[in-house]
């Protein structure tokens, strides 16, 4: 494969800033296109977690670990790469702090600690006494809990705008409020993106946009089952820190996993770093409809207040939603389309865009600009064209 001189990226989220901050490094001319504004989507709507603790042994996990250490690097680098009074990326090496309220809840936990810990992740099942030195608000009415050390969390859209500002200062252009609207083809490959502002020739263009990523690509003329998948969270006033990691119950790493259409509720509490609490999460499959509804607020505080009791007397200042990229076998679409030469992907990636995204730029970037698919260990998982996703592309669409 020749590597190419210039790379149209499209999509701003986080995916698409650190796609484009890779490529630019390498010397690669890139442009980044978007609609709206940088991490104006579901980058913005997401709590920035960095996870490990939600995942089964596979190759997402292994993804995860990869991008954790990108993410304990890219900070360093990025110090580097920016002014001196550029904003900090709020990194924060919490942890995370997984708990169960059933006898049937502790067995699930145990046993996916135990596969997890197989694969080398730390997972440290942990006693009452250890519970309360890292959660004294926590319900005393658990049956398990197991600590994920390794998990953390950063702030979203400063990530996002760190790495766009990274990704210029290596010579990339970002173009905002510029809609994509279809190719340019040369006999059947592609040699650009038709946009609001005039056609950009490429020897690629990455779709990195997110849950519109299906709609984009249909432009391009190709299907992509990428859905969208509402969550809301609800974010309390500031308040001496009480919560002091990621915690969740057990249920949670279950909702993630689901095919259902309809709502998923399971209780997802973290403080912030501007002393907020954010109470997740939801998950239900109802196009881009936006309505932000009191059933879910209700089952979300409700599911919250069974891990930290203290929050009933804690105002809520304000709630808000978003929609994650889902794809019908939970894994994400990195990679180059065999329906269209010079079209990519890198999508998908529900509700752990953030934390996965550094690594997607490396598995990626490994293909467009180095080596053919399979070079990279974990290119092969996240192929378009896997198992597990070739029923859903309804076949050729060119």
């Known amino acids: 494969m020749v590597a190419p001189d210039r790379v149209v990226v499209v999509g701003a989220g986080i995916v698409g800033a650190a796609i484009a901050r890779a490529l630019a490094r390498a010397g690669v001319a890139v442009t980044v296109v978007d609609r709206g504004a940088s991490a104006g989507g579901a ?3 997401g709590e920035g977690n960095l996870l490990v603790s939600d995942k089964e042994p596979g190759a997402e996990l292994a993804l995860a670990r990869r991008s954790l250490a990108s993410w304990s690097r890219v900070e360093d680098e990025l110090r580097d790469e920016l002014p001196a009074d550029f904003p900090g990326l709020e990194l924060e090496r919490k942890g995370g702090l997984v708990v169960a309220t059933t006898e049937a809840g502790a067995a699930a936990l145990h046993e996916l600690a135990d596969a997890q810990r197989a694969v080398g992740v730390r997972a440290e099942a942990v006693g ?12 005393p009415h658990r049956t398990a809990a197991v600590f994920y050390p390794e998990d953390m969390q950063v702030q979203p859209v400063v990530a996002t705008e760190a790495l766009l500002a990274a990704a210029r200062r290596h010579g990339a252009r970002v173009l905002q409020g510029v809609e994509v609207t ?8 592609l040699v650009g ?5 005039g056609a950009l020739p490429a020897d690629a263009v990455v779709l990195a946009a997110g849950p519109w990523s299906g709609a984009v690509a249909a432009r391009f003329g190709v299907v992509l089952p990428v859905a969208p998948r509402r969550g809301t969270v609800l974010v309390t006033s500031r308040m001496p820190q009480r919560v002091r ?6 249920d949670y790493v279950g909702a993630v996993g689901s095919d259902a259409a309809d709502l998923q509720v399971s209780g997802v509490v973290e403080s912030t770093a501007a002393g907020t609490v954010l109470i997740g999460s939801s998950r239900e499959r109802r196009g881009f409809d936006e309505r932000i509804e009191a059933g879910v607020l209700a089952a979300l505080a409700a599911k919250a207040l069974l891990l930290f009791p203290f929050l009933a007397d804690v105002q809520v200042m304000r709630a808000y939603g978003g929609f994650r990229p889902f794809v019908p076998d939970h894994l994400p679409v990195i990679g180059p389309d065999h329906r269209l030469p010079g079209l990519w992907h890198a999508t998908g990636h529900e509700g752990a865009g953030i934390g996965l995204s550094l690594a997607t730029a490396e598995v990626l970037c490994g293909q467009v600009v180095r080596d053919g698919p399979g070079e990279d260990p974990l ?3 996240f192929r378009l064209d896997r198992p597990t996703l070739l029923p859903h592309l309804g076949g050729a669409a060119r």
């Not at 993106?193 to 502002?197: Q, S, V």
């Open 245 to 250: 990691h990621k915690v969740y119950d057990a």
């Open 193 to 197: 993106a038709a946009t609001t502002a």
């Open 43 to 45: 980058s913005a709507s």
């Open 379 to 381: 290119a092969a998982a």
């Open 182 to 189: 279809g190719p340019v083809l040369d006999r059947g490959r």
């Open 128 to 139: 009452d006494d250890r519970v309360r030195e890292l959660e004294p608000d926590l319900t």
